[in-house]
């Protein structure tokens, strides 16, 4: 074979092994322990590599600088220690301490090797257990603590400061040092360095993605009759809420019960009818959607109540839980906010509505009304609007008056919609404060109380809270209340010292709740 044949042959197998590296995946390595890093990449010519050696991957995924390039930074992993919502704890701990004491700890065994890392010896005291089984764990041991995630995170849970530990690790995408051929063919084609950016514009534009999140507020019975109507008339339409509207407009979202219609004439059914007017109030204090399923919407006849939807609706202010006919009450409100899908339902027990007259208050296929508060509608329409949103919350106006303790009804209501995927549900109609359940990762608030009433039986109608609830993609992520006093018909947002006797109480409550 001559000198020139052999010339040939190189420069082809060259060329070869030029193309052959223009045209080969974009390898990434992978250390096992970094896994959660790239869980749900999906790049096409990208190829993942189980390996922490430096040769051969174009990228390594690292939890440290180790004195290279350092591309991107492809995320955290934090562990985060949590207790029972209603756990005495508050504040900085440390988790030695903790273990000092005897304290049941569990670990969530997705995030063992973080643990290990952070924790050295220390991790042989901490029982590893699936994340999961440890939020349902806490969420009814008032004595258990967890290390979790942030994902973990939801309403049944508080997170506390560590003070002695931090159980973070982070993970970066870094440029190992590459061959001299790889190094080479980079500067020679322009196609193979396109590539590799193309790549790492998608990887940015994926780790800067947030969860997006919205703060809703939810509060009690709105009653625009009796001394409320009086106090409006006198000092004004937006009066009730002056105290309050600064807090709640700060809110993403703010949620009410309507108790009473809106409107002029109708016929006498009942007792409330709230002056048209009355909306600039609702507007003022920031309220957003509110339910018309109770037991006083009809109280002047389908004439006010008619008028009540117009007039909502012309202020800009949603409602839920009424309608028409049958199929448009059990239609859920869909609100986009914050880059949340949330949908509202609202229904109410049928038992305590009261009319001086025969009348229809159910609604049916061809009557207007309201939304009856029956199991399988609930769990039906939840369903159905998990389908159409992010997060669903349902209300309903239940039980008894001035009852601090829920009825069985109630218990399988709530729970109900909570097992079909609610989120969220809010409790209206007792005038006191009920207890706060947390349930297969749903929150149930049994009963705010009053919000905008007149004082019948102090001074357990006068005690009410507004809900704070951080919503998220398919959760409730974190839940607050905040104390209200309601005096002359105006509710007024109490400080922490103030108002703690109100949110022990509401506490007391919720414990009784971890019995039934």
């Not at 207007?368 to 949103?389: I, M, N, W, Y």
């Not at 607050?480 to 947002?493: A, E, H, N, S, Y």
């Amino acid at each position: 074979m001559g000198r020139s044949s052999v010339v040939v042959i190189l420069a082809g197998i060259f060329l070869l092994g030029i193309r052959a590296e223009l045209d080969r995946p974009i390898r990434v390595g992978v250390p096992r322990e970094l896994q959660w890093a790239v869980a749900g990449w999906s790049f096409d010519g990208v190829e993942l590599i189980t390996t922490t050696s430096q040769e051969g991957p174009d990228f390594l995924v690292c939890d440290a600088g180790r004195g290279v390039e350092v591309v991107l930074p492809l995320g955290e992993q934090e562990a985060l220690l949590v207790v029972n919502r209603f756990h005495h704890g508050a504040g900085p701990v440390s988790l030695a301490d903790l273990l000092a004491e005897g304290k049941r700890c569990y670990g969530a065994e997705e995030y063992e090797y973080l643990l290990e890392k952070c924790l050295g010896q220390r991790v042989e005291e901490i029982e590893l257990k699936p994340e999961g089984e440890i939020v349902e764990l806490l969420a009814k041991d008032l004595d258990a603590v967890g290390l979790i995630s942030p994902q973990g995170l939801w309403a049944g849970l508080k997170p506390l400061e560590l003070v002695d530990v931090e159980l973070r690790q982070r993970a970066f995408l870094v440029r190992p040092p590459q061959s001299w051929l790889a190094e080479r063919v980079a500067r020679l084609n322009a196609r193979r360095k396109r590539k590799i950016e193309e790549f790492l514009e998608q990887l940015a534009d994926r780790v800067e993605e947030q969860d997006p999140e919205v703060t809703l507020m939810a509060v009690g019975d709105i009653m625009f009759e009796r001394e409320v109507k009086q106090a409006q008339l006198k000092r004004g339409w937006t009066y009730p809420f002056e105290k309050v509207a600064p807090t709640l407009k700060g809110a993403g979202l703010v949620f009410a019960n309507l108790e009473c219609p809106l409107g002029v004439g109708g016929r006498f059914l009942n007792m409330f009818r709230g002056e048209p007017e009355s909306v600039w109030g609702l507007a003022y204090g920031g309220v957003d959607v509110v339910s018309l399923a109770n037991n006083h919407i009809l109280d002047y006849d389908n004439q006010v109540f008619f008028q009540t939807m117009d007039i909502l609706g012309e202020a800009g202010i949603g409602f839920a839980g009424a309608g028409r006919n049958l199929a448009e009450a059990r239609t859920p409100l869909i609100v986009e906010q914050g880059g949340l899908r949330i949908a509202f339902l609202a229904y109410t027990e049928m038992w305590f509505v009261y009319t001086r007259e025969p009348h229809n208050w159910a609604a049916t296929d061809i009557l207007p009304g309201v939304a009856p508060a029956r199991l399988d509608f609930v769990q039906e329409d939840v369903r159905s609007a998990l389908e159409l949103a992010d997060v669903v919350v349902v209300s309903f106006h239940w039980g008894q008056e001035y009852k601090e303790e829920p009825t069985p009804a109630q218990l399988e209501l709530g729970r109900g919609a909570v097992e079909a995927g609610a989120h969220l549900v809010l409790g209206h109609h007792p005038h006191v404060l009920q207890g706060v359940e947390f349930h297969k990762g749903g929150v149930i608030a049994y009963s705010l109380g009053n919000f905008v009433f007149d004082e019948l039986r102090p001074p357990r109608t006068e005690e009410s809270v507004i809900l704070q609830a951080v919503l998220k993609r398919g959760k409730v992520e974190q839940i607050d209340f905040l104390p209200v006093r309601i005096m002359g018909c105006q509710p007024r947002i109490l400080s922490s010292g103030e108002g703690r006797y109100i949110t022990e109480r509401l506490e007391w409550l919720s414990r009784r709740l971890l019995l039934r």
